[in-house]
């Protein structure tokens, strides 16, 4: 069975660092291509950070709330993919979500509208607050 499943969320505060992972099961990492999105209370869904099996360059978001703040990574032993956030935000607080799609899906898009991302994790919760 295909899934993704995230987990690292919690309380951080003003200025630290967290790291998420979605674990991925039923498929392996080298045939798929991996976003991590965010949606904040009472917003839309964001794309962050896109990962592609047949390519070596993470892509990420060029909003300014994401740019610069975040890292993409994966462990193809583990089968999980990593979401790393430095210099948090109150404004980086919401729900993270990974997804999954074929692993030439256009990042850009990915991250723009969930493109081609078949399955999705419930999410894991992330507050930044002092």
């Known amino acids: 069975q295909v899934r993704v499943d995230e987990s690292g969320g919690g309380l951080v505060q003003p200025g630290g660092s967290l790291r998420l992972s979605c674990e991925a099961s039923?498929?392996?990492?080298?045939?798929?291509?991996i976003g991590w999105f965010r949606q904040a209370p009472g917003k839309d869904r964001e794309g962050v950070a896109c990962?592609?099996?047949?390519?070596?360059?993470?892509?990420?978001s060029d909003s300014d709330s994401v740019k610069g703040r975040f890292t993409i990574s994966k462990d193809n032993v583990k089968n999980t993919v990593y979401l790393q956030l430095i210099s948090a935000k109150p404004e980086d607080t919401g729900r993270y979500f990974c997804?999954?799609?074929?692993?030439?899906?256009?990042?850009?898009?990915?991250?723009?509208?969930?493109?081609?991302?078949?399955?999705w994790g419930i999410g894991t919760r992330v507050t930044v607050s002092s």
């Open positions: 990962i592609r099996a047949a390519y070596d360059s993470p892509y990420y």
């Open positions: 039923g498929f392996t990492l080298d045939t798929a291509a």
């Open positions: 997804a999954r799609g074929p692993k030439d899906s256009p990042c850009r898009e990915v991250l723009g509208s969930g493109y081609g991302m078949d399955y």
